[in-house]
């Protein structure tokens, strides 16, 4: 059986055709996993960050409580009604002070640990608090805060009400480990603790009070209207936080099928055995009750450092998963479209090469029966008609033409090369910039939020202050609370100046002068009293336009920094130099600390990252200082190696000039 043979116009159609769909295909497959891939990142990024989020809100419910027992215990008068004897009294502004704050207890105890005062079930005192590690601690004179696992036991000496609330049943829950308990009885709490100590250093016993987490949503909650805004998607909540008791959900904003909050269903499997028992942090997808979600655990570790739970935020994975079908659908249809086109226009252009070829083979026909002078001629004028004059020369000039593409094929590497390093760069700004802009946003909206009361607490306090008698006992604490109230605005203006920067007043100045400014300014402080300070200035500096005020805040942050790192013992060197092209003036400033760690420079200039000691840095210094420097289209680098120091050096470039306002 003889098979046709298929034409040149057909071969090519069907080849074309193969390749097309073979081609979409193979895009279909990889375009559909690219996209997914990457929307899943994205997302799993997003929730990364929105965890940062929710560990921030947790521990600041934990430092007010913190706060709260903490001026408590250092108020005048309530020293003098231990002393005293005046238990009467100290009961009231004890229980005043737990109703005021919403603490679910506050108890005093005396020098031995043993319970004095329990304000929510005054019957029940002389107990044994000893061995309590938190109250341990105060006893010690130490300050501390934590959550902590509370006992049935303990939670009845403050009354059923609160045993009550702890107990839960479990629920039966999806892919969750198997635990031989049905139920849990004892409860989380964030508990903090103080030391009492008087004006003559006479210990005179404990302030210790908490909040109970079980079923308290006003944590989780909080985080849903700061991360997520309320966002719903198809009626569901998109964004949900939980805070767990080992694996048991005991606040949250996850629904379970009954539109009710899951309180007493259970983690799954995988998340116990990586944050639980492992003590890593998790970023996935994972089963929540009875729908995937894209999700960040981390544990929560009590005063030990013993994991006693985990914290908890995701997002409803559905929404990513449909917006991957619709863009596949969209470029499913857009290809189905082109495949039709393509052929079409595949038709009419092999019917116009088909038919010169055709003329062409029948040349070439008589010049393979002998016929030498036979010439192939084809009228057309395009590169078919081309091809028969160029025939005889295409030998000569192939070498030529071969070497002339290897040399353009080694020139568009290089350009590629280039070009590629220069989106790296530029995609890499502009991720460091995105951060800057989110962050800048939350900073904003924290800020505007506090701002207002703190001003408030900040002029009731000054009149308070200024009523009081300077012999009152209630004069002292009304100034505590100026400083601190004072402080907070500071902390707010930071976060403000990194959200909103001032617009810059850039006028000719002399760098030099600028960072000799700063030196002077900070040297008055005894952190650089055992400081040396050497200076190496390039004389005759051009001048340059730039904000003096910034690049000021920008010399002093940095120089602080790094008498910080040397805590006030070592050599600081400051130097300033014009670069070789003469384009840009460089400013280093380098000192012989501790040097900083690999993992922490790539993070140094991110909002809110610090390396320092909870309370004393906001995070915000260099973050804010590297926003500066780019307004200035200047940059800020920085080297370190560990135990040898680090150097930051600040390059500006120089211009002549003036920005008229």
């Not at 609160?162 to 308990?181: G, H, N, V, W």
């Not at 939020?449 to 012999?471: Q, R, W």
């Amino acid at each position: 059986m003889k098979f046709r043979t298929l034409s040149l116009r057909t071969k090519l159609i069907l080849s074309f055709l193969i390749i097309i769909i073979i081609g979409g295909l193979l895009s279909l497959i990889l375009g559909s996993r690219l996209v997914r891939d990457t929307i899943i990142s994205e997302a799993q990024t997003k929730v990364k960050h929105d965890l940062a989020s929710a560990r921030m809100v947790f521990n600041e419910k934990l430092n007010d409580i913190k706060e709260i027992i903490n001026l408590t215990a250092a108020r005048e008068g309530i020293q003098e009604d231990i002393k005293y004897n005046r238990w009467d009294i100290l009961f009231k502004k004890l229980n005043r002070v737990r109703e005021e704050h919403g603490l679910d207890i506050l108890n005093l105890t005396d020098h031995r640990g043993r319970v004095v005062i329990r304000t929510r079930n005054p019957e029940i005192i002389d107990d044994d608090q000893s061995q309590d590690e938190i109250v341990k601690r105060a006893l010690e004179n130490e300050i501390v805060a934590s959550p902590q696992i509370i006992t049935r036991e303990e939670l009845l000496k403050e009354g059923n009400d609160l045993a009550d609330q702890a107990y839960m049943e479990f629920i039966p829950t999806p892919k969750a480990a198997i635990r031989s308990e049905t139920r849990e009885t004892s409860g989380m709490m964030l508990k903090a603790a103080s030391s009492i100590i008087d004006v003559n250093n006479t210990f005179l016993g404990a302030l210790y009070g908490g909040i109970l987490l079980d079923r308290n949503y006003e944590i989780v909650d909080r985080v849903k209207e700061i991360v997520y805004k309320g966002e719903k998607y198809k009626g569901r909540d998109k964004g949900t936080a939980t805070i767990f008791q080992h694996d048991l959900r005991i606040s949250t904003n996850v629904k379970n099928e009954k539109n009710e909050r899951a309180i007493g269903t259970r983690v799954s499997k995988e998340v116990n055995n990586a944050v639980l028992k492992e003590g890593n942090a998790w970023i996935d997808r994972a089963f929540v009750v009875n729908d995937w979600y894209i999700t960040a655990y981390e544990p929560i570790r009590n005063v030990d450092d013993k994991i006693i739970g985990i914290l908890y935020v995701g997002m409803l994975e559905k929404p990513y998963i449909d917006t991957t079908v619709r863009v596949m659908l969209t470029f499913i249809l857009m290809a189905s479209l082109c495949v039709v086109l393509l052929l079409v226009i595949l038709n009419f252009s092999t019917t116009r090469i088909i038919n010169p070829l055709q003329r062409m083979v029948v040349a070439t026909q008589n010049i393979a029966k002998g016929d030498l002078s036979h010439e192939v001629n084809v009228n057309s004028k395009d590169e078919i008609g081309l091809l028969a004059g160029s025939f005889n020369k295409m030998t000569a000039n192939l070498k030529v033409a071969n070497d002339k593409l290897i040399e353009w094929g080694k020139t568009l590497e290089k350009k590629v090369e280039e070009r590629t390093r220069e989106l790296t760069k530029m995609h890499a700004q502009l991720i460091q910039s995105e951060k800057l802009a989110s962050l800048g946003k939350l900073s904003a909206s924290i800020a505007h939020e506090i701002n207002n009361p703190l001003g408030g607490i900040l002029i009731y306090s000054h009149l308070l202050l200024e009523d009081t008698d300077k012999n009152s006992p209630h004069y002292e604490n009304l100034q505590k609370i100026v400083k601190e109230t004072t402080r907070c605005k500071d902390i707010v203006k930071r976060l403000l100046e990194f959200a909103r920067p001032k617009e810059s007043e850039k006028l000719l100045v002399d760098i030099n002068e600028i960072v000799e400014k700063s030196l002077s300014i900070m040297e008055s402080q005894a952190l650089f009293q055992n400081l040396r300070v050497k200076k190496i200035f390039a004389s005759q500096l051009p001048k340059m336009v730039a904000d003096s005020a910034q690049l000021q805040q920008v010399f002093m942050n940095i120089i602080l920094n790094a008498a910080e790192a040397m805590n006030g013992n070592g050599v600081l060197t400051l130097s300033t130099s014009l670069s070789e092209e003469g384009t840009h003036i460089e400013v280093k400033f380098a000192d012989t600390g501790p040097g900083i760690e690999e993992e922490d420079k790539k993070r140094l200039f991110e909002p809110f990252f610090s390396t320092k000691e909870v309370g004393k840095g906001t995070g915000l210094g260099l973050a804010i200082s590297y926003s500066i420097i780019q307004k200035h289209q200047g940059t800020i680098k920085v080297k370190s190696e560990v135990g040898k120091g680090s150097t930051f050096t600040v390059k500006l470039p120089v211009t002549e000039e003036r920005k008229h306002e």
